[in-house]
């Protein structure tokens, strides 16, 4: 049978209330070492920060994993359980889905006090797309369309924060760039939130594979995130600035500093009618996607116009146009990044 959602594994971390003690309790089907060690480290009952997030997520391998964490009450039926986490591993993008699943599961867990109610959970999703459940919550795959996390971004507050060079980081996702975002740790929150609204810049590519939302500066999620050529990747380490060999662009996402490049006036006259909409009475996140969407499109459609005939832009047809040289430069790498340059 086909399964009805991109579930791939789940775990259980639980903290002891005797002696404080975290330890890997459970999963389903299974997990390797390094994926525990992962996990048990990026949740908050291994976190020493006072900032830790109940829920989070991320990616490793270019799989999603998203970890929930409950802090358990005396009506739980989880005596010795100081906490747990609820670690879920799928292949897609979508937060609110596994937060929600993570919820339903956990009171199901908390109910019974045994992980076999986690597992009746996981088969019931993966097998039907539904928890139908009890007084516990219920569940549906079909209530949570991946558009819709997609266009939950904060893009409208990125405009307002960096104002016209707010076309610097629309620049750097059109032309598939690494791009580095730092919050402090307290703002871990916010951080998340910047970094899955990004590629909302670029939603003709509809591609949030590209987001890393919270990468710590350890060997094993260093080589993860290098694998791939481009990437949005959020940073609680200040020191991930000196690290040049990590981006292109870097985002400071408290002062509103970004290194990049100058602009020149075709990035300066797209920034100021994107600036210009945000002075507009009523606009929200959605309508600054569609804006962007739309002058995304017909910088493209003007793109394909220099076209050769084979429907290839070389650079040759670029130069004969007589462009500033930081237009022409912009124009041929957003070619080849959508694969209208010549092999």
């Avoid at 009450?73 to 937060?95: G, R, W, Y």
């Avoid at 670029?318 to 010549?342: D, H, I, Q, Y």
Wanted: glycine share 4%; with cysteine; aromatic share 10%.
């Amino acid at each position: 049978m086909a399964a009805l959602c991109d579930l791939l594994r789940c775990g259980l971390i639980g903290k002891k209330d005797t002696n404080d003690d975290t330890l890997w309790t459970w999963s389903y089907p299974s997990v390797t070492e390094a994926q525990r060690d992962l996990f048990m480290r990026k949740c908050s009952l291994s976190s020493k920060s006072e900032h830790a997030l109940p829920f989070l997520y991320n990616q490793t391998d270019r799989q999603w994993y998203y970890i929930y964490t409950h802090t358990t009450q005396e009506t739980d039926n989880l005596p010795k359980v100081k906490a747990f986490s609820l670690v879920i591993m799928a292949k897609d993008f979508n937060p609110e889905k596994y937060e929600a699943l993570c919820r339903v599961a956990a009171s199901q867990y908390c109910k019974t006090g045994t992980p076999t109610s986690i597992l009746q959970v996981y088969l019931a999703v993966v097998t039907k797309g539904k928890w139908t459940g009890d007084e516990n919550g219920r569940f549906s795959n079909q209530d949570f369309q991946v558009k819709h996390a997609y266009a939950n971004s904060n893009l409208l507050g990125i405009v307002e924060m960096f104002g016209l060079e707010a076309i610097l980081i629309y620049t750097a996702l059109l032309l598939k760039k690494r791009v580095a975002v730092y919050f402090p740790p307290h703002s871990l929150d916010e951080l998340m939130i910047f970094t899955r609204s990004l590629p909302a810049f670029v939603w003709h590519r509809q591609n949030w594979s590209i987001v890393h939302p919270f990468v710590e500066l350890t060997s094993g999620e260093l080589a993860d995130l290098q694998n791939t050529s481009h990437y949005v990747a959020g940073f609680t380490d200040a020191t991930v600035e000196s690290r040049s060999d990590l981006y292109d662009v870097y985002i400071n996402g408290t002062s509103g500093q970004i290194k990049y490049f100058s602009m020149g006036k075709l990035h300066k006259d797209i920034a100021l009618s994107i600036v210009q909409l945000t002075e507009e009475e009523g606009v929200t996140s959605p309508h600054m996607i569609k804006e962007i969407a739309t002058k995304t499109k017909e910088l493209l459609t003007n793109l394909k116009s220099l076209a050769d005939e084979d429907g290839t832009v070389s650079l040759e047809t670029l130069k004969s146009r007589k462009m500033p040289p930081a237009t022409e430069n912009f124009l041929f790498s957003l070619a080849a990044c959508e694969g209208l340059v010549p092999l």
